[in-house]
């Protein structure tokens, strides 16, 4: 059974940095896209990022371009996600997420941890 | 960037209706969208992707269709635990977007 495992979430102060990781089972990890998907407290859903197989390629939204990084180690079967310069706004769940056949739908979910920046 | 419009953002309905959700997307995205159930506190679920491909052991009362701008998620039969929210989803493009979800609800 597929597995995706977050962790790395807790309370920040704005301005702040964090460090998400996924630990990723059960399937080929480096034949797939990845995803962060986030969802604040009440809200909807919100596409954060995605990488490709090998990491060469990357995409973000706009609202955290040049503060959040994604990366991945395939030989360690993980996706991170590089949080810095965080603001109020950006409190929310944080999922990572396998896009099915690199098609960009996401057909496994991790449980998603939860990130909050407060002072 | 593409916006989705989900309609309605709440839903009431009597176990057994049939219910019908909508998605509009603001430019064509051809048959790339996926339909999603998310119960609280749990994370997303695919129920349909490609507009219209049932998730493998998804029940076969959920239905989507749809082609380009204008896509529709279908419950034949609204069963209890049907009631949670539901949102829809295009990746034709980056960055990636969700309606802003609809809520269900059994009378």
């Known amino acids: 059974e597929v597995q995706l495992v977050e962790s790395g979430g807790g309370l920040v102060q704005p301005g702040g940095s964090l460090r998400l990781s996924c630990a990723a089972s059960?399937?080929?990890?480096?034949?797939?896209?990845m995803s962060w998907v986030r969802q604040a407290p009440g809200k909807g859903l919100e596409w954060v990022a995605n990488?490709?197989?090998?990491?060469?390629?990357?995409y973000y939204v706009d609202s955290v371009k040049g503060r959040f990084t994604i990366s991945r180690d395939n030989a360690k079967n993980s996706l991170y996600l590089q949080l810095n310069s965080l603001r109020v706004e950006d409190t929310a769940v944080y999922y990572c997420?396998?896009?099915?056949?690199?098609?960009?739908?996401?057909?496994?979910w991790g449980q998603g941890t939860l990130v909050t920046v407060s002072s | 960037d593409i916006q989705m419009t989900q309609s309605p953002s709440t839903l009431s309905a009597y176990v057994g209706d049939r219910v019908t959700v909508t998605c509009r997307a603001s430019?064509?995205?051809?048959?790339?969208l996926a339909w999603y159930q998310q119960k609280p506190g749990k994370a997303p679920k695919v129920l349909i992707y490609?507009?219209?491909s049932l998730e493998s052991g998804v029940p076969s009362r959920f239905r989507g269709s749809g082609f380009g701008t204008e896509f529709t998620l279908t419950i034949s039969s609204l069963q209890p635990g049907d009631s949670t929210s539901y949102y829809c989803?295009?990746?034709?493009?980056?960055?990636?977007?969700f309606g802003q979800g609809t809520k269900l609800e059994i009378k």
């Open positions: 997420a396998r896009e099915r056949d690199n098609s960009g739908d996401f057909d496994y």
């Open positions: 059960e399937f080929t990890f480096s034949s797939y896209w």
């Open positions: 990488i490709e197989e090998d990491g060469s390629e990357k």
């Open positions: 430019q064509n995205i051809s048959s790339w």
């Open positions: 490609k507009a219209s």
């Open positions: 989803q295009q990746y034709d493009s980056s960055p990636y977007t």
